[in-house]
Each structure stands twice: as C-alpha cells, then as structure tokens.
C-alpha cells in the first residue's frame, strides 16, 4: 500500500502562484507513475499533470504552459507548482499514485484515467 498526503492549498488572487507537495510513504520502493487531479463542486474529476518515476511528465491542455510537476525520488516527495492561477483552477487537488507508466492525460476526457491511490486532498481557490 502507499500513502499519499498533500500540503500546500490556499488562497490566491488570479493571476497568482501557488505551490502543492506530496509526501509519499509505505511501500516507496516501486516505480510510480505520481500525478495530480482536480475536482470542483458540481464538476468531474480532471487530471491535471503526470510524471514518471525518471522524470518524463504530461500535462493536461488546461494548464499547460503555466503548471510544472516534478518529483524528488530520494524524498519520496512530489510537486505541484502553478502560475498564471485562473479562478477555474480552483478545487481540491488530489495527489495520485499508480503502477506503471503515466497514461498521456490529454489523451482522456474527464474524469480521466483510474489511479489506484489517492491522497486525501487540499484545497486551493483562486479569486477574481
């Protein structure tokens, strides 16, 4: 099993940065595909970025250009860190885990592709 538990949310005015982490522990030993999702109220499920155990990353279309995932193996740690913040980037952000490869997110409609773990969320709203 692997545990996910995220910090970082809050609030920001548009236009702003913010940035999200993920401490990953239990059984860290394998190579994850790690990732973010979001979901707002009323909304699906949407992924946001993947990244592979060596570092190859993927992005879905709506936040391309202004969010970068990256990851710290040795610290079992992954992040988020998002600029150029719109306020329908606001929602709990989950930070996900899965065996394998990353699936390409922009290749799925929402709710996107099934991840076998999931953290318990943080929440980051951005004002007009």
């Known amino acids: 099993q692997l545990q996910l538990a995220e910090s970082g949310g809050g609030s920001v005015q548009a236009g702003g940065s913010l940035s999200l982490s993920c401490v990953a522990s239990g059984r860290t030993g394998s190579s994850?595909?790690?990732?973010?999702?979001?979901?707002?109220?009323?909304?699906?499920?949407?992924?946001v970025a993947a990244i592979?155990?060596?570092?190859?990353?993927?992005?879905a279309d709506s936040v391309k250009g202004r969010f970068i995932i990256s990851r710290d193996n040795a610290k079992?740690?992954?992040y988020l860190q998002m600029g150029s913040l719109k306020p329908e980037d606001s929602a709990t952000y989950y930070c996900?885990?899965?065996?394998?490869?990353?699936?390409?997110?922009?290749?799925?409609?929402?709710?996107?592709?099934?991840?076998?773990?999931r953290g318990q969320g943080t929440q980051v709203t951005v004002s007009s």
């Not at 790690?34 to 992924?47: F, L, T, V």
């Not at 592979?52 to 992005?59: E, K, Q, R, W």
């Not at 390409?104 to 709710?111: G, I, K, N, T």
């Open 32 to 47: 994850y595909c790690m990732g973010w999702y979001r979901q707002a109220p009323g909304k699906e499920r949407e992924g």
């Open 96 to 117: 996900v885990a899965r065996h394998g490869w990353c699936p390409v997110l922009s290749d799925y409609d929402p709710p996107g592709p099934d991840f076998a773990y």
């Open 76 to 78: 079992n740690t992954l």
């Open 52 to 59: 592979d155990y060596d570092g190859a990353a993927n992005y």
